[in-house]
C-alpha cells in the first residue's frame, strides 16, 4: 500500500523559516518523481514544486529562491526547505508522487493525478 506521510507544518511569523517532510512507502521511492502541491484557505490547489527521480528540480515562481526541494532515496523521504515564509505561502501542504502510467508532467493536473498524503498544515503569521 502506497503510504505519504507530511510532516513539519507549524505556525511561524514571516521571514521564518520551516522545514516540511514527506515520509514514502509502499513503492520504489529512488524511481519516482515526486512533487510539493499546496492549497490557501477557500483556493485552489497550486504546484509548487517538482523532483524527478534523478533529482532536477524545479518551482513555481513565487517560490523560485525560498524554497528546496530534496530528496533522500535511502530513507526514502522527500523534503521542502522554506525560508523567508511570507503570508501568502499559508497553506496545507500536499506531497504528491507520480503513478506508474501516469503522464510525466512537470506539474500535476489535479487531484485526479498521483497519491496524495493528507498535508500538513503551514501558517505564517504575526
Known amino acids: 500500500e502506497v503510504q505519504l506521510a507530511e510532516s513539519g507544518g507549524d505556525l511561524v511569523q514571516p521571514g521564518g523559516s520551516l522545514k516540511l517532510s514527506c515520509s514514502a512507502s509502499?513503492?520504489?521511492?529512488?524511481?519516482?518523481?515526486m512533487y510539493w502541491v499546496r492549497q490557501a484557505p477557500e483556493k485552489g490547489l497550486e504546484w509548487v514544486s517538482t523532483?524527478?527521480?534523478?533529482?532536477?528540480?524545479y518551482y513555481a515562481d513565487s517560490v523560485k529562491g525560498r524554497f528546496t526541494i530534496s530528496r533522500d532515496n535511502a530513507a526514502s523521504t522527500m523534503y521542502l526547505q522554506m525560508i523567508n515564509l511570507k503570508p501568502e505561502d499559508t497553506g496545507v501542504y500536499y506531497c504528491?508522487?507520480?503513478?506508474?502510467?501516469?503522464?510525466?508532467?512537470?506539474?500535476?493536473?489535479?487531484?485526479?493525478?498521483?497519491?496524495w498524503g493528507q498535508g500538513t498544515q503551514v501558517t505564517v503569521s504575526s
Open positions: 504528491v508522487r507520480r503513478r506508474p502510467g501516469d503522464a510525466q508532467r512537470l506539474v500535476p493536473s489535479g487531484r485526479d493525478f498521483g497519491d
Open positions: 509502499g513503492f520504489t521511492f529512488s524511481d519516482t518523481r
Open positions: 523532483i524527478t527521480s534523478g533529482g532536477t528540480t
